[in-house]
């Protein structure tokens, strides 16, 4: 066993309630909002870093830190929630 899983993240669509400045994190996060096929890449990704890989494809400068530190917040609509795997030191990404 090569160490513990690297965190997942799961996005869920929510109410818009906080405003951030146009950032490409916010910007990806947009697109996310408003597109299902990349909602499904998303989905199937098995970590944060998988899903900065997504938005960095896509010519967005989102890392997977990024995505961890907005963990339990909602940006544009879309809830991002870290998934907690066995093994992993709580928190060390936040």
Request: one cysteine or more.
């Amino acid at each position: 066993m090569d160490g513990p899983a690297a965190p997942r993240v799961l996005l869920n669509q929510a109410t818009r309630k906080h405003r951030m400045t146009a950032s490409p994190l916010q910007r990806f996060m947009q697109r996310l909002g408003r597109d299902p096929l990349l909602q499904a890449k998303v989905q199937a990704a098995c970590t944060a870093d998988e899903v900065a890989l997504l938005a960095q494809e896509l010519g967005y400068e989102v890392s997977g830190s990024d995505l961890l530190m907005l963990s339990g917040q909602n940006v544009d609509g879309v809830r991002l929630t870290r998934v907690e795997h066995p093994g992993e030191y709580p928190g060390r990404y936040y």
